[in-house]
């Protein structure tokens, strides 16, 4: 049980990774076992019986992340479109949810492409209006997902606000904090009733593994997805819970030098570029700067930067020397994204148009080099 009054760098640390009782490694070890004896008809060592349904190091895992994101309890995926899935999976024929409009297209493909042949419908809306959300729920619906801020155009939505209009129509409140994490804001403390993360990203810190989670606050929720990681089996496996084990462990120093990173590149590009070209809550022209400020704890290392047309975005990719053009993001390395042909190609040109991703928009995770090379790279490819 995580002690709440142990600063978060700590419980980063410590909670969930208690030395090893066996031999004092401090390291949580990587249980590689598929089943567990059991010591008579019914009689488990820990409640461990087979490896889908529990394992030490998911579990020292799981308790690590609840403690972070101050939930009641953690349930980790083989990634983060794993956990989403289980987050809409137990929902029934008929049940609606109301998303943000402008999320990852990997999530509208899953709700759109997928869930919609089970009979669930979905509904899209600018949140950053919580009176938009509020006309947008109706009597089946069941859940309002939001990214905040959003995937790839930094908006952002006020989570309290919107986490008080689910409530009064008793909808539960889920939030996407992949691109904060926990270190940097706390949507559990501002009224949300689920926290997701693709742990591929900050979370893990290092490009080197995949994952999701789940983190509930009430135990039917628990009880929910439990099932849900029983039945469907989408499970995070032993190694990759040891590395985001690894990653957590580093959380909040990573984070403080993204946001100190993020900050200057973003002023960087304000400046080279014109603010109105760069979407950063970071840069006080941001139309929700001031909501950031209050509701994050800094402003992170994503951003987004228009290049004027599909020829510039490639020709300023290519040019990149330290840089890498990638998927994914929040790894260590600075990493150059192309919304249109990577994460939102499956959205469609309408649709992205209607969004504002252009053939032109390039997104910046930055990374935690020394800053001067990474302005300096973004200096030279963008000529």
């Given at each position: 049980m995580s002690d709440t009054k142990l600063g978060f760098a700590t419980r980063a640390i410590h909670d969930g990774q208690k030395p090893d009782a066996a031999t004092g490694a401090v390291n949580v070890p990587i249980y590689l076992t598929?089943?567990?004896?059991?010591?008579?008809?019914?009689?488990?060592?820990?409640?461990?019986?087979?490896?889908?349904?529990?394992n030490p190091t998911r579990d020292a895992l799981e308790e690590s992340l609840c403690s972070l994101e101050g939930?009641?309890?953690?349930?980790?995926?083989?990634?983060?479109?794993?956990?989403?899935?289980?987050?809409?999976?137990?929902?029934?024929?008929?049940?609606?949810?109301?998303?943000?409009?402008?999320?990852?297209?990997?999530?509208?493909?899953?709700?759109?492409?997928?869930?919609?042949?089970?009979?669930?419908?979905?509904?899209?809306?600018?949140?950053?209006?919580?009176?938009a959300?509020?006309?947008?729920?109706?009597?089946?619906?069941?859940?309002?997902?939001?990214?905040?801020?959003?995937?790839?155009?930094?908006?952002?939505?006020?989570?309290?606000?919107?986490?008080?209009?689910?409530?009064?129509?008793?909808?539960?409140?889920s939030v996407d904090n992949t691109f904060l994490s926990p270190y940097l804001q706390r949507p559990i403390e501002l009224g949300a009733d689920i926290v997701m993360h693709s742990t591929t990203k900050f979370l893990n810190g290092h490009s080197d593994g995949l994952g999701g989670v789940l983190v509930a606050t009430r135990p039917e929720q628990a009880e929910r997805f439990r099932f849900v990681q029983k039945c469907t089996g989408g499970i995070l496996s032993p190694f990759d819970s040891y590395l985001l084990l690894r990653g957590v462990k580093t959380l909040a120093v990573r984070m403080e030098q993204h946001e100190k990173n993020g900050r200057v590149v973003g002023s960087f590009l304000a400046?080279?570029?014109?603010?109105?070209?760069?979407?950063?809550?970071?840069?006080?022209?941001?139309?929700?700067?001031?909501?950031?400020?209050?509701?994050?704890?800094?402003?992170?290392?994503?951003?987004?930067?228009?290049?004027?047309?599909?020829?510039?975005?490639?020709?300023?990719?290519?040019?990149l020397k330290l840089c890498y053009l990638?998927?994914?993001?929040?790894?260590?390395?600075?990493?150059?994204?192309?919304?249109?042909?990577?994460?939102?190609?499956?959205?469609?040109?309408?649709?992205?148009?209607?969004?504002?991703?252009?053939?032109?928009?390039?997104?910046?995770?930055?990374g935690i080099e020394d800053v001067g090379d990474i302005v300096g790279d973004l200096e030279q490819a963008l000529g």
């Open positions: 598929s089943t567990y004896q059991q010591d008579g008809i019914g009689e488990t060592r820990g409640g461990h019986e087979y490896a889908r349904l529990t939930g009641t309890s953690a349930h980790c995926f083989g990634s983060g479109m794993a956990a989403i899935t289980a987050m809409v999976t137990m929902m029934k024929t008929g049940d609606h949810v109301v998303c943000t409009d402008n999320m990852y297209g990997g999530t509208g493909r899953l709700f759109d492409q997928v869930m919609t042949n089970y009979g669930l419908t979905f509904s899209y809306v600018d949140t950053r209006d919580a009176k959300v509020a006309a947008a729920i109706r009597p089946e619906t069941k859940l309002v997902h939001i990214e905040t801020p959003t995937n790839p155009m930094m908006s952002v939505t006020d989570i309290r606000a919107v986490a008080e209009v689910c409530h009064a129509r008793g909808v539960e409140l400046e080279r570029l014109g603010a109105d070209k760069v979407f950063y809550p970071g840069l006080e022209t941001h139309p929700q700067h001031e909501l950031a400020k209050r509701q994050q704890r800094g402003f992170g290392s994503m951003m987004s930067f228009e290049c004027g047309s599909l020829e510039a975005a490639n020709t300023f990719a290519k040019r990638a998927e994914s993001l929040g790894g260590v390395e600075t990493l150059m994204c192309h919304p249109a042909t990577m994460t939102h190609a499956a959205v469609g040109a309408k649709r992205r148009a209607e969004l504002g991703i252009t053939d032109g928009l390039m997104r910046v995770s930055v």
